[in-house]
């Protein structure tokens, strides 16, 4: 599915992107505040710096600042994962790196990550299928980095295991962000990446 071309009245590319940076930061904030619908446009533009009238120089409406938010959020957290992750290692500890830095990720971006899965359901549904693939997509990496340590002999999973088993790490990383008033109580990030794990391995015939 391509993405969403979000209207702009301006012309210049490298404004138009700082600007909607702007409005991102100041979107994540104030929807983690107040939610989406309680978020007023005046709010987001005077928080992004600048007023009503030329925010809406760079968006056409306020649903479009929602999806540029969950489009930016998917954005740096693949580019983060990948920019982390190490494919020269061998398969074992690959898989425990690549689960690491999942984690790790959504630690760093915890509250955008929040914000996003708490305020998409408000966005059209054009614009929502377009970022649930982009989820997808990233549970697709994960899905194939699982069937390549199959392949290498470190994992003994069925494919229907194999997808089953990306989705579950894919859920892993976002509880730690969305449990993270419980599980922060009683564990560090290092020690609840130890025990996911040690749980996602229990199951197979991989050596911890």
């Known amino acids: 599915m391509d993405k969403k071309q979000v209207p702009a009245m301006v012309k210049d590319e490298q404004l138009i992107q700082k600007r909607r940076d702007q409005m991102v930061r100041s979107a994540v904030k104030l929807f983690q505040e107040k939610g989406f619908h309680r978020t007023t446009t005046r709010e987001i533009a005077r928080s992004s710096g600048f007023s009503v009238g030329t925010l809406y120089e760079y968006i056409g409406a306020k649903e479009?600042?929602?999806?540029?938010?969950?489009?930016?959020?998917y954005d740096e957290v693949t580019v983060r994962f990948n920019r982390l992750l190490d494919q020269s290692?061998?398969?074992?500890e690959r898989f425990r790196?690549?689960?690491?830095?999942?984690f790790q990720v959504m630690d760093e971006m915890q509250d955008e990550v929040l914000v996003m899965y708490q305020e998409a359901k408000s966005l059209p549904k054009e614009s929502l299928r377009y970022v649930l693939k982009k989820d997808e997509s990233m549970t697709a990496d994960i899905r194939k980095m699982i069937h390549e340590c199959r392949d290498e002999g470190f994992l003994h999973v069925s494919d229907e295991y194999a997808h089953f088993m990306a989705e579950n790490i894919t859920v892993k990383g976002h509880m730690w962000t969305f449990r993270r008033w419980a599980l922060r109580k009683h564990y560090t990030l290092e020690e609840y990446t130890r025990l996911q794990l040690d749980m996602l391995l229990s199951k197979t015939d991989a050596k911890i």
Do not use: E, Q
């Not at 790196?97 to 999942?102: E, F």
């Open 64 to 73: 479009d600042i929602l999806y540029l938010v969950c489009d930016a959020v």
């Open 89 to 92: 290692l061998p398969a074992a």
């Open 97 to 102: 790196h690549m689960v690491t830095v999942l």
